[in-house]
């Protein structure tokens, strides 16, 4: 048997974005800049790249079964699967990972949460480390569309006590909320972005968020794209669902810079 043949994640946050446009214009300009010029953009280009390690060496480390699907998820052949989801291919880099899954813990901790709700998990990362924090007879319900990932997801997570606990809904979301039972303490969503508003919309209408529950929505910021001149279309859609937030006088919000961002949703 050949050892899997492992790539490193490419940029997919502002700020590793960031670090390697720094990085390749510092390289660009080579030895004719300024001395003084070379000098800040060293120190600029080293200010960003040492942003998330240095976050993540200052958060609580991930158990060793989150930490096994990780490394599991990043060496799927994910360049050999067609096209499920709806925010595009398949990839490693779709994984919450540790700081956020330390985020989404502690979130479950804080609100004292008895019943998740995930709308795209992916291969499990995020859905194992709010499980992890969840009381005695606490519920995570996950619903992924893809029934590869979600096979993944099952298999990896059924190794793990707490990720035996986990309920994986298979197809559609919205199909999937329609016939749910609420209500949840904190809702999960990182799916399709063009998704975002309907499932936003589904929640407030319906009696799946419970009374102070919280709903946190992934991938926010969306590598600069809700801001960018000309964005993707699930940079418009996300920065659509922004704004359709913010101007809602039903909810208060907070958007947290982690990672790609993480906004916090509660109804006042």
């Given at each position: 048997m050949t050892d899997a043949v492992v790539s490193s994640p490419r940029p997919v946050t502002p700020t590793t974005i960031l670090a390697r446009e720094l990085a390749e214009v510092a390289e660009l300009i080579g030895p004719s800049v300024e001395p003084e010029l070379a000098e800040r953009l060293r120190r600029v280009t080293a200010l960003a790249a040492g942003l998330d390690p240095y976050v993540a060496a200052c958060t609580s480390p991930e158990s060793p079964a989150l930490a096994e699907v990780a490394r599991r998820t990043q060496e799927a052949p994910w360049a050999s699967r067609e096209v499920v989801s709806g925010s595009g291919p398949l990839e490693q880099e779709m994984l919450s990972g540790h700081v956020e899954g330390r985020f989404l813990a502690f979130l479950v901790r804080m609100l004292k949460a008895r019943r998740v709700l995930e709308i795209g998990m992916f291969t499990g990362y995020s859905a194992l480390a709010m499980a992890e924090a969840l009381p005695p007879g606490g519920e995570v319900v996950a619903c992924e569309v893809d029934p590869y990932v979600a096979g993944l997801a099952f298999d990896w997570l059924s190794r793990s006590t707490a990720g035996a606990t986990v309920m994986i809904e298979v197809g559609p979301a919205l199909e999937t909320l329609e016939r749910l039972d609420g209500p949840f303490d904190l809702v999960f969503i990182d799916a399709d972005k063009t998704g975002y508003l309907d499932y936003y919309r589904f929640l407030l209408a319906s009696d799946l968020l419970a009374d102070g529950g919280v709903i946190a929505v992934d991938n926010t910021l969306l590598q600069g794209q809700p801001w960018a001149a000309d964005p993707t279309v699930n940079g418009a859609a996300v920065a659509e669902?922004?704004?359709?937030?913010?101007?809602?006088?039903?909810?208060?919000?907070?958007?947290?810079?982690?990672?790609?961002?993480v906004t916090l949703i509660r109804r006042t």
């Open positions: 669902f922004n704004q359709v937030v913010a101007d809602d006088p039903r909810v208060e919000q907070v958007l947290v810079p982690l990672r790609d961002g």
